[in-house]
């Protein structure tokens, strides 16, 4: 059945240029794969495919569908995929590659996948320091959406062997390039015209942005008036009201299936659960901008990445 989790071979391969072409076909193929950063041993999908994409929320159990990291092989590739004002490009020289994320406008023809940055204008982008990282963006001729390889809930894993720990049964290649040396999550900043803002702290520090582009860092943790961290969370909403769980179309709404029976557009006709993820948010989007003047989706089950899907639809609908 296609919404069971399936328990998979999982493959642990050193390093090499193999190996390497192995990672690639895997990923070209729609497949997840482990394989380190500098940082911590991401899980890593081509961020062009939806489906690609949902493997990776599938495959680490997440319970919500947070954006993810686009990783890029070089500067070039990046362009394709955002847009840099001159406080992004001044931080990429003086960052990248290397631990430092920044989000940034998704063009208005960026190939990336929605579900990748869950359905947000903004995408977070990376180009990372670690040769096998680098390689395998390049030999799979993609950018790679990558979150720490582990399942949800757990720690991020710094060696090939914690990702085996946590993830073996539910991936199929682990590519073992040794322990990572950062050993914590990138820098994630908004850079804005007047100011960085800081929304994740890692191993590029505010001093060290700050010296490299004279602006000032900002963390919304410390400032006045966030008590909760959820409040730093962004996420997609659209601008008609949303109702969930509509077993049956109401007149004048459009509405998203799951599994047989009418509708507007099915997340997936055969009630495939990755299917539906994949397509979530481009469905939503869609809705949105159709000339109905609101939006109901069928009921979907809360299991596997069911819980995902009905998590970003109950903060779509609040
Ligand atoms: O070091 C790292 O960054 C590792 C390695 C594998 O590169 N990756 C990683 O990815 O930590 P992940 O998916 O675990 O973390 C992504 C973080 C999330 O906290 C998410 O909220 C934030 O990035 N993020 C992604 N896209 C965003 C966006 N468009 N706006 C705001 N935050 C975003
Ligand atoms: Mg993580």
Redesign the pocket.
Known sequence: MPHRARTIETQIRAYDGASLIEAATLIRAGEPVAVP????????ADATKETAVARIYAAKGRPSF????V?VADLEMARRLVAFSSAAETLARAFWPG?L?M?LPRLPDCPVAEL???G?P???V?L?SHPA?RSLIAAAGVPL?????NASGGI?PTRASHVLASLGGRIPFILDAGPTS?G???T?V?PDAAAITL??P?PITPAMIEAAIGLPVVDPRQAEGITAPGQL??HYAPSKPLTLNADVPVEGRFHIGFGPGPCQRNLSATGDLVEAAANLFATLHEADASSFSGITVAPIPERDIGIAINDRLRRAAA
């Open positions: 950063t500098e940082t911590v041993y991401g899980l890593a947070n954006p993810l990291i990783h631990a994320t989000v990748a940055s869950a947000l903004t995408l977070a990376r990372p990282m959406a990558a979150p720490s390889a991020s950062d914590v999550e990138s994630i908004r929304l994740r890692g969370e962004s």
